[in-house]
């Protein structure tokens, strides 16, 4: 017990660098709550009283916020099943099953990792327009769930359950069906939740792809729709405002890391693979 | 169970309703959303800001012309990734605000229509746009869209602080003829108020650096684009202005180390003498000067940026209305038309932000005249000088000159140096394009 008590020295160190990280958050948080003309007049002015709830209020009273929301936690739920389907399905073939050219497939989904959004972002574009895909909510989801990461990430997790599993399941009858549903999946759930909150934070906060899909309002996600509410110098007149929609924006982010912390803590410092 | 069959049935019935066979234009624009304060008005007359004013008209308009549907989409300042994307989609809205300097980049590849017909169809005459707002739309002969506005650089005053330095004459503040007077009134400035003549934000702000470098080139006549492929900055003229520029921060004669959210600041805290912003700031400005304990309460004045050099000629941009280009029926270009003619009725409303008409007539209607410090601003409309039509990527253009202003400025770089890698930067990314 006593060696996994820190020395003060660290604590102190551990103590600074959390308040630095704390503080640009405390400093949203705290303009959020200053009218824009307070602040236009002197940014300082936010330690002082009155505060207001005036700019939640104006994000509220905008006529489509609640339709972005909802957009929003469509695509990032619809990302999060979709890539975690196929990420376990694909993870346990890759892990567990021998078929033509494995090897040679892994490489390409690995050589995907490397490849960034931004290269593939024009051809993506044209083959959604041809499809039709623009402006739909299978425009803005499908993207997500060709991502290498999942994959990789799953096969790793069920390379690492050892393979005496299926031999005694296999032994008892089991189909390889039943062997990855009532075996193996179960036993990946530390995996998955990681995957799964790492996938909704990102698509919760992905910004690029849905700006230029989702072109009319009615699709917008919340982060382009905030955006496309804010009136031009709206870092000098709209203070406030922008403060509040960032914070407004990042409290489902903050829900879904308060309920699954311990597994992006534990994804984090890498022992969700074993 | 039949119940709930009919209940259904009873409710998707309700849900369909007559096709609806009017023609449609989608209005794309940015200028941010405020439904919540403006989504019913039509009363432009009270209608604030550019967001209010522009969706009171577009209310307006919907309520004056029932025949014809309207969808607006309000998209992320700038809005050009996603005109972009729904041009490549082959998608893409019937109207949209454009920056004037940017329309050649659309232009040029034949993503937007010249507007001339439509106009015609509107009776709308181009003549009637001011000298800058029409050189903003004019690329190559053709007109490719309707000036909206012209968006000038002004020095915002602390009249108060100028005449505690003896720079006020007759209630005017008095402002250099020459870079040697700016630098003698500058210097007077500091030295009888303790504070920074100019307020600049010098981080993050290339447009800034920027506006004052091509208003004092242009006023020299000196050839910054002598083609569409190539800038020239490595120039003596050139080289004047930022050794100016470099002096006048050397010296600390003005703020430094500030971004544009608080140099904008800094002035409605009486923090410097100048701030040389744009028309855009006017109104926010001029609201602060009328409110009860502020420091620059009563004590603010607008004028066009001074000449220093060779003859006055700021360098201004503007709004238009621009028309991707599209098949679209003979109806839906009639109320493309009429939504033009309803905008182009309401210019003056819309320059009660701040931004100067785009029509002649609204420049002289003695409303326009009556609004604060107008008068004292009108001239730019007809001073103000847009870069060569043939002028493109000015966004990434000035991002690149903006960076080695910055540089030569704050003294990280000679100004020689700055100035030449500023001219090379640009002229690669020219190379390099299609």
């Known amino acids: ?274 | 169970m039949r119940r709930l069959v009919a209940l259904a049935l009873a409710a998707l019935l309700a849900g369909c309703s007559a096709p609806d066979d009017r023609p449609t234009i989608v209005v794309q624009r940015f200028f941010g959303e405020c439904g919540a304060v403006y989504g019913n008005s039509t009363d432009v007359a009270k209608a604030e800001t550019e967001c209010g004013i522009l969706t009171t008209l577009i209310n307006r308009f919907e309520a004056e012309n029932p025949d014809i549907r309207v969808k607006v989409n309000v998209v992320a300042w700038p809005g050009y990734p996603q005109l972009a994307a729904q041009m490549a989609a082959g998608d893409p809205p019937d109207l949209v605000t454009m920056h004037q300097s940017v329309i050649s980049d659309y232009s040029s590849r034949g993503l937007i229509e010249p507007v001339e017909p439509l106009l015609t169809e509107a009776k709308i005459d181009p003549a009637t746009f001011t000298p800058a707002a029409r050189a903003g739309v004019e690329k190559q002969g053709k007109l490719y869209g309707m000036p909206w506005d012209t968006i000038g650089r002004l020095f915002h005053i602390n009249t108060e602080l100028m005449a505690q330095a003896g720079l006020m004459r007759d209630g005017k503040p008095v402002l250099p003829n020459s870079p040697e007077e700016l630098l003698a009134q500058a210097r007077q400035f500091k030295a009888r108020t303790g504070k920074p003549y100019l307020i600049q934000a010098q981080v993050s702000a290339p447009d800034f650096t920027v506006a004052f470098l091509y208003t004092y080139l242009l006023a020299q006549d000196a050839p910054i684009f002598p083609d569409a492929r190539h800038i020239k900055l490595d120039t003596p003229q050139a080289r004047a202005i930022v050794t100016l520029m470099r002096q006048i921060d050397a010296e600390g004669l003005t703020t430094t180390n500030q971004d544009f959210p608080a140099a904008t600041a800094a002035f409605t805290q009486g923090k410097g003498g100048i701030f040389p912003v744009g028309t855009w700031m006017l109104g926010p400005y001029d609201a602060e000067a009328a409110r009860q304990g502020s420091p620059i309460k009563g004590h603010y004045a607008v004028a066009p940026f001074p000449r220093l050099w060779g003859t006055a000629a700021p360098f201004v941009d503007g709004h238009a209305w621009v028309v991707p280009a599209a098949k679209r029926s003979p109806q839906e270009r009639a109320a493309m038309a009429r939504f033009l003619a309803f905008l182009s009725h309401y210019n003056l409303d819309w320059s009660r932000t701040g931004q100067l008409p785009a029509f002649a007539a609204v420049l002289a209607k003695p409303e326009f005249r009556g609004l604060p410090h107008r008068e004292d601003i009108a001239a730019l409309s007809r001073t103000g000088k847009q870069l060569p039509g043939y002028v493109e990527r000015q966004s990434a253009v000035q991002g690149l000159i903006g960076e080695e202003l910055e540089a030569a400025i704050t003294g990280t770089k000679p100004v020689d140096q700055a100035l030449k890698d500023a001219e090379r930067r640009v002229n690669q990314l020219y190379a390099q394009m299609m």
């Open chain 1, 1 to 274: 017990m006593s060696q996994n008590r820190l020395s003060p020295l660290v604590t102190v160190l551990l103590l600074i660098g959390a308040a630095i990280m704390l503080m640009p958050m405390l400093w949203t948080l705290l303009l959020s709550f200053k009218s824009n003309a307070a602040l236009m007049a002197d940014s300082g002015s936010a330690f002082m009283p009155p505060w207001t709830l005036e700019n939640y209020a104006a994000i509220f009273q905008g006529s489509l916020t609640t339709r972005w929301l909802v957009n929003s936690l469509i695509v990032s739920t619809g990302a999060t099943i979709g890539v975690l389907v196929l990420s376990s399905l694909a993870g346990y073939g890759f892990a567990r099953l021998e078929f033509p050219f494995r090897r040679t497939l892994f490489v390409i989904v690995l050589l995907g990792l490397a490849v960034p959004e931004q290269a593939v972002i024009l051809p993506r574009h044209q083959l959604f327009a041809m499809l039709g895909l623009h402006n739909s909510y299978p425009g803005l989801i499908l993207p997500s769930l060709t991502g290498s990461f999942g994959v990789f990430f799953m096969t790793q997790y069920f390379r690492a359950i050892p393979p005496e599993l299926d031999e005694a399941a296999l032994l008892d009858g089991a189909s390889r069906f039943t062997l990855f549903w009532k075996v193996l999946l179960p036993l990946t759930w530390p995996a998955q939740a990681t995957l799964g909150v790492f996938t909704f934070l990102g698509s919760w906060n992905d910004y690029w792809w849905p700006l230029i899909s989702a072109t009319t309002s009615d699709y917008f996600t919340l982060t382009v729709g905030l955006a496309s509410a804010q009136m031009n110098y709206a870092q000098t007149s709209g203070l406030g405002f922008l403060m509040a929609q960032a914070v407004f924006a990042s409290i489902p982010i903050l829900v879904v890391y308060i309920a699954f912390q311990k597994q992006i803590v534990s994804a984090m410092a890498g022992t969700a693979v074993r």
